[in-house]
């Protein structure tokens, strides 16, 4: 079956810092790949995704890049604020499962000031 | 706005109860789902439905049931609650006609305590 793999946290950074969160997956066929953030008392909300082998995904200054060489769909930040303390979480969807998504467990991002 | 709505945010109730939790949406979705977060295992899916004559079980699905009342509305039900039912409930929408995506919309959580 499918499966997310994501760096365990939490992870504490000071503002301005660089961050990776890096996530690898198992698919049996070729998925389509999100990072979702949950800001503290809320939903999921999708922060980018990527559905083919060397897109990118981008959005508020966070980029992540399909490699389906070594399965993996890292998140990078090259300066993080304080507003960016979440919780992230990669997933995965396939047409082989309906479309459903798997997630990772999530990472615990806080940004200290 | 079109939005993803739960109700009731926050609920307590004690073991053997039977708890109801009630998702709506305007946005016209199709696809509705229930997941399950614990602490440190991400989200779980307990049920979905991909329109309102289609249920399926996801990973955690016993002990829970759901009811799809219209294309709008996704009822999750804890027939008889134990604590470790105890967790954070998201509702969330997609649409089919984004099946590449599969980009889901998410509610904003029910906090369920057991005791």
């Known amino acids: 079956g499918n499966s997310v793999t994501q760096m365990e946290g939490p992870v504490t950074l000071s503002e301005e810092a660089f961050l990776t969160i890096n996530c690898t997956y198992t698919a049996t066929g070729y998925p389509s790949l999100f990072w979702y953030v949950q800001y503290p008392g809320e939903g999921l909300q999708l922060l980018l995704k990527a559905t083919k082998a060397d897109d990118k995904g981008s959005n508020k200054g966070f980029e992540a890049t399909y490699r389906k060489e070594t399965t993996s769909f890292h998140l990078e930040k090259g300066s993080v604020q304080v507003s960016d303390s979440a919780v992230y979480f990669c997933a995965l969807s396939e047409r082989g499962s309906n479309y459903k998504l798997t997630f990772g467990k999530g990472t615990l991002l806080t940004v200290n000031p | 706005d079109a939005d993803v709505t739960q109700t009731p945010r926050n609920r307590i109730t004690k073991t053997g109860k039977r708890i109801m939790l009630e998702c709506s949406q305007t946005?016209?979705?199709?696809?509705m789902y229930w997941y399950r977060q614990d602490p440190g295992l991400g989200l779980q899916l307990i049920y979905y439905s991909f329109d309102v004559k289609d249920i399926n079980k996801g990973e955690i699905s016993d002990g829970y049931s759901v009811s799809r009342q219209a294309q709008a509305k996704f009822s999750l039900s804890l027939e008889s609650a134990i604590p470790n039912q105890t967790a954070l409930y998201f509702c969330a929408t997609s649409d089919h006609r984004g099946d590449l995506y599969n980009e889901q919309f998410f509610g904003p959580g029910t906090r369920l305590t057991v005791l």
């Open positions: 946005k016209g979705h199709d696809r």
